[in-house]
């Protein structure tokens, strides 16, 4: 749920300054990245309970891989928003 709506702020963010159709690539695909990942995760979360619902540790370092993937995959997304929208903040200050 915080990934949507990071992403719709970000999509609002891309129209107010106007940036480029390259910015926009790079920020539609950090989107479906961190979209991707997490509904792997979910889904691999989801598999893992079904097969051996009580505690196991080698379900658990499983889930810990998926939620690692998605902990990459969010702080690639957060590099590439900065690259892109740090000049637009910075040079209308």
Do not use: R
């Amino acid at each position: 749920q915080l990934q949507l709506i990071l992403a719709i702020l970000v999509t609002i963010a891309g129209f107010y300054f106007d940036i480029t159709a390259t910015e926009w690539m790079f920020q539609l695909l950090s989107i479906g990245l961190v979209m991707c990942s997490e509904g792997l995760n979910t889904a691999a979360e989801k598999i893992a309970d079904f097969i051996h619902p009580d505690y196991h540790t080698k379900i658990g370092q499983i889930k810990d891989v998926a939620a690692g993937a998605v902990f990459f995959a969010a702080v690639i997304a957060v590099i590439i928003g900065v690259i892109i929208y740090f000049p637009y903040i910075f040079y209308t200050l």
